[in-house]
């Protein structure tokens, strides 16, 4: 979660032209409402006609000479119907970039008078297909999405681009991949929803997009009172909230589906649908009794965090509106740590202080995570963990999900990239080891960098692990399966009896 923040959501929302405003909000519409009725597949097809990278051309002048230069760079063109051949423009696009990797556009061609153009371009982006050319309106949308300056220059270069990026793709549909923290329940007054698409970064649309096959829902709470009365408030919120992320999953049935284990994730991606978990941000939303880490378990708790901005009965913050960061667990806060084993509930170090790290460290049973976080050594914020806490963690069997906020990767917000956010995630791999680090991105929290601001985005992170050099088995690790590993030690540590 994004700090003390001074913006009106907890969330940067995209900005969309204006002059073209409307035209991305009736393609979200309809691009959300296809995707509910099955019309739009929610799954990416790689091309089968070739084992060439794929090269989208639209309907437009010279299209004939692009494809034939296409062709003597290795790539395989493929004609991308007109405007008026299209039954439904929007959702046809969006269902055929799915097998594209790369894209040729004439110079100057998007322009916001020509629908097919702003759409053609609205498609690649919204998957960050690889593309050549440029126009003014196509720098503005860019700009709007947060998205790094394109940088490829010619055709031979678009096809070398196409390959890696083909490859991500191939990557992220072989291997379960996962995002551990998104705080979009909070953005449900706004009127957002797992199932729309949206200005919100997260949603099942946007998933499908950047490849992404689970999510871990976020139940918030503020810190507030310690007293009893206030403790019971906030466990009715918590329980509220959780309540209206399963009520906002089960809008959905077609296409995701809400899993409490495991098995039931692994259920739900072999049938085609994303899987949404939940978890809680401060432990404040337990209150002052034991019992109900039992009720979020039975309600399919994945990980508590214990706390958030300030201090809370079971511990100490790292932030500065706590009053030591040097003290860690209260009494309240040991019977908290024992009781979350019992339960096989994770223990999320994210925002705890570093003398909660090390008593959690020292009294669990089951291996620790920190869903989003970052490397202090990279930028010295305290929601990062130091060296010696990234060897502790590796060495407990944890694990550490690099967040994507601005504010804690480096500098102020509008000014980090996705190579800020990939330094962090290098550190933590280069100290703890690549078995113990993953992706928590924290959208809809303050998430969000240039070249990563959203679901969609995230293949770009595949495409950047794939050129620094990260073998397969190590990016499936990174994508999913080193969360899991710890996720099912914790269940088996467990005794729910």
Not at 466 to 488: A, C, D, H, L, S
């Amino acid at each position: 979660m994004a700090a003390l923040v001074s913006y009106h959501s907890r969330a940067q929302e995209l900005i969309y032209p204006d002059e073209i405003k409307a035209l991305f909000e009736k393609s979200d519409a309809e691009i959300s409402a296809a995707s509910h009725s099955g019309i739009a597949n929610c799954h990416s097809e790689r091309s089968v006609e070739s084992l060439l990278p794929t090269i989208a051309v639209p309907s437009c002048p010279h299209s004939d000479h692009i494809k034939e230069m296409i062709r003597i760079a290795g790539g395989n063109p493929v004609d991308v119907p007109a405007m008026e051949v299209l039954d439904n423009p929007y959702v046809s696009l969006w269902t055929m970039a799915s097998s594209w990797d790369g894209a040729a556009i004439p110079d100057g061609w998007v322009r916001k008078e020509d629908e097919y153009s702003v759409l053609f371009y609205k498609t690649v982006a919204e998957r960050n297909i690889p593309f050549v050319g440029t126009s003014p309106l196509m720098r503005v949308i860019d700009n709007g999405l947060r998205r790094m300056p394109g940088k490829i220059t010619s055709i031979e270069d678009l096809v070398r681009s196409a390959r890696i990026y083909r490859r991500a793709k191939e990557l992220m549909d072989n291997y379960f991949t996962i995002d551990t923290h998104c705080d979009l329940p909070d953005l449900y007054q706004n009127g957002y929803s797992v199932g729309k698409r949206s200005r919100n970064l997260a949603s099942v649309p946007k998933m499908v997009e950047g490849h992404l096959d689970a999510q871990i829902l976020i139940s918030f709470l503020w810190q507030g009172p310690l007293d009893n009365f206030s403790s019971t408030k906030a466990v009715e919120k918590n329980l509220a909230k959780i309540a209206k992320i399963k009520a906002d999953v089960e809008k959905y049935p077609e296409i995701c589906g809400l899993a409490k284990t495991p098995a039931e994730v692994d259920s739900l991606r072999s049938i085609g649908k994303k899987a949404f978990l939940i978890a809680l941000e401060n432990g404040y939303g337990i209150g002052n009794d034991l019992e109900n880490i039992r009720k979020m378990r039975d309600l399919g708790i994945v990980y508590i965090s214990l706390c958030h901005f300030r201090d809370n009965a079971i511990c100490n913050t790292s932030s500065r509106h706590g009053s030591d960061p040097s003290k860690g667990l209260t009494d309240f806060g040991k019977e908290v740590i024992e009781e979350m084993n019992r339960q096989g509930i994770l223990i999320d170090l994210s925002h705890p202080s570093a003398g909660t790290f090390w008593d959690c460290v020292r009294y669990s049973k089951a291996p620790i995570i920190c869903s989003h976080s970052g490397a202090k050594a990279v930028y010295g914020h305290d929601r990062g963990l130091d060296d010696k806490q990234l060897k502790a963690l590796a060495e407990n069997g944890g694990v550490i999900q690099v967040y994507s906020v601005p504010e804690y990767i480096g500098r102020p917000r509008g000014s980090m990239t996705i190579d800020d956010m990939m330094a962090h995630f290098d550190h933590c791999v280069e100290v703890a080891g690549p078995e113990h680090v993953g992706i928590g991105s924290d959208f809809d929290g303050g998430g969000g960098v240039w070249g990563c601001n959203g679901d969609n985005d995230l293949i770009n992170l595949t495409v950047k692990m794939i050129g620094r050099g990260y073998t397969p088995e190590q990016i499936k690790g990174f994508w999913g399966g080193n969360f899991m590993r710890v996720w099912k030690e914790a269940l088996s540590k467990a005794d729910q009896d």
